[in-house]
């Protein structure tokens, strides 16, 4: 029987610079119905001509809560979401809410909010800031009423989940807990479905992921960023201490600008179990451009 275990999902974010790509234009679209020539992909070609008739835009039939959804094939941590309005009947599109998570259920339209659109000119773009709500799944849904959905494009900017290409390693291994489950892409925190690292009751027990190269951290256990593994990697800068996270939940923690190719978790000082179901790096290599 495990006791005192502590039980985290950890989000970092990394990476100072604007992000300038459309993550959008890599995804797979689907709606909840097709107008005839108004295919999903038609949003996602990176083309904003508003006329229907060149054939860019997508449209559901006049549905009730019509959708349309990209999923990202990977989770992203997203910054903003633009949308091109088609040039006629403008007006359609108010209402729309923007949703982004990993859930499916509903089609994904029960996935947390990100925004609300109000209007959009004929033919105009508008941009919503997301302030980097994680998700694989971007919805637009028209909620509670009979309705088209066109869309001539939508965009997606943010960034990737760098820790699912890293090498993870921690000072012990309760079994089953071997310390890549934390970076499996999956933040199940039941111990028993085998998603969480787990290491043993230990002094000063540490989880380290190896991003493979440096990477600069914009956004805690203590949590060190750096290129030094002295003291398998704990010596290196502090981001953050954390001080609660409620079991279960995920925590984002802010590291304004560190660089560091491995991003240690530690717990200083005491005897403990270090227990991880995800932890999640997001940003940039230092030469992205």
Known sequence: KMKHTIIILLLLLLGTRTVTTNLALRGRATQSSVYPAGIAINAIDGNRASNWYQGS???TQDNFSPWWRVDLLKTYEVDSVS???IDVDPQKINGVEIRIGNSLDNNGNNNPRC???SHIVGGGTETFQCNGMVGRYVNLVVPGRKEYLTLCEVEVYGRKNLALRGRATQSSLYPLGIPI???????DNDYGQGSCSHTQDNFSPWW???LLKTYKVVSVIEICIGNSLDSNGNNNPMCAVVSHIAAGLNETFQCNGMEGHYVNIVIPGRKEYLTLCEVEVYGHSLFWV
């Open 57 to 59: 835009c997508s449209s």
């Open 83 to 85: 949308i091109t309005n």
């Open 115 to 117: 925004a609300v659109v």
């Open 181 to 187: 489950n934390a970076i499996d892409g999956n933040r």
């Open 208 to 210: 380290r992921l190896d």
